[in-house]
């Protein structure tokens, strides 16, 4: 019987979600989800109820964080990058590392930073998109039925009939304006890319070397310094290779790719905003944490939990209070937060990134 081997990429820091997304607490072990767990707890949890093991692909900085949320993960289930270089190395390096454990597998790979709903839903499309990667030569993901035209995420075009429970990809779409998403979801067949894939591992590292030979050449090498002990090497290779996300480099070339439509509840809280629908909010709008007096407020995202937050008068604002940062900005500009993080990295205030 074919093994589904899971792997929880957990390596981005979320600079959208700044003052709370940091290097030291990155998006994925921030409490976000249901009833208070980080977000990479909660998928760890899904991703070993649909697994024979459970591996986590994160950068080597990242290792004691990581191991804060997760204690019972040992070394032989880290996948550690040296450092950050884009998703085709990130999930080339975990197929090349897992296929010496297991060359017949299935790896199943789930974001560490996306919030679910909907169990036996996500369940059914996730062993769906399992058994369609052990038992044909394809590359399967996962496409959520679009319930509004979201200009935050990327399309995957799969029109036709379902057949086996999966439809034939046509096209991957980057994201959209909003009028291309209202036409999007008014025409039916395109779906959600939520980056969950499934994919026999040698069928993977055929199509790094029909699309990706570079990054393939790249990462066997890095494989072989790092069976032969020399760690340093292996980081000075990594370094070396180019920096291409999976959808480009092979989502958006191959003719192998099929796709299992679903319709559970999910979110990628990619900003404040997003988080600010999610969240349960008062009779007016407002989405609260902590202790506050609001005036004449609505339909603000409104967290803190060291002082008291008055607010007089607002409409569609965000305030985020941490201990050393205030960030207060209209939620119709949530996408622009990590333009902050950027003017930090310039001016060199490292202490607040």
């Known amino acids: 019987m ?77 996948i550690l990058e040296p450092q950050a270089r884009g998703t085709t190395n ?8 897992l296929i010496g454990r297991d060359p017949n597998a299935v790896m199943l790979a789930m974001p560490a930073d996306h919030v679910v709903h909907g169990t036996a839903k996500m369940a059914r499309a996730v062993r769906m998109a399992v058994q369609a990667a052990a038992t044909t030569n394809s590359l399967v993901t996962v496409g959520l039925k679009p319930t509004f035209p979201s200009i935050g995420l990327g399309y995957i075009h799969a029109p036709g009939r379902v057949t086996k429970g999966t439809l034939r990809v046509r096209r991957f779409i980057e994201k959209p304006d909003l009028a291309s998403a209202r036409r999007y979801v008014h025409a039916g067949g395109y779906f959600w890319n939520l980056a969950w894939f499934s994919w026999r591992i040698e069928v993977f590292i055929q199509e790094l070397a029909r699309h990706a030979p570079r990054h393939l050449t790249g990462l066997r090498k890095v494989i072989a310094a790092r069976a032969a002990g020399d760690e340093a090497a292996a980081a000075r290779l990594y370094g070396r290779l180019p920096v291409e996300v999976i959808d480009r480099s092979v989502m958006e070339k191959t003719d192998r790719l099929l796709l299992v439509p679903a319709d559970f509840d999910w979110a990628d809280i990619g900003n404040w905003s997003e988080l600010g629908d ?74 607040y990134l």
């Open 2 to 78: 074919t093994r589904t081997l899971a792997v929880i990429p957990a390596g981005g820091a979320g600079t959208r979600l700044w003052p709370r997304s940091r290097s030291s607490t990155p998006k994925h072990v921030l409490p976000l989800g249901d009833h208070g767990r980080p977000l990479l707890r909660a998928t760890y949890d899904r991703a070993k109820s649909l697994a024979d093991e459970v591996f986590v692909l994160t950068e080597a900085r990242q290792r004691s964080i990581i191991a804060a949320v997760l204690p019972e993960v040992d070394n032989d289930h880290l």
């Open 90 to 97: 990130a999930y080339g390096l975990a197929a090349l590392t």
């Open 278 to 351: 999610r969240v349960h909010a008062d009779d007016r709008g407002n989405s609260v944490e902590g202790e506050s007096v609001l005036v004449d407020t609505r339909g603000s995202l409104i967290l803190g939990n060291r002082r008291l937050i008055a607010a007089i008068g607002l409409k569609d604002m965000i305030i985020i209070d941490t201990e050393d940062a205030l960030l207060v900005c209209p939620r119709s500009r949530a996408q622009d937060v990590r333009k902050v993080v950027e003017a930090l990295k310039r001016a060199r205030k490292t202490s």
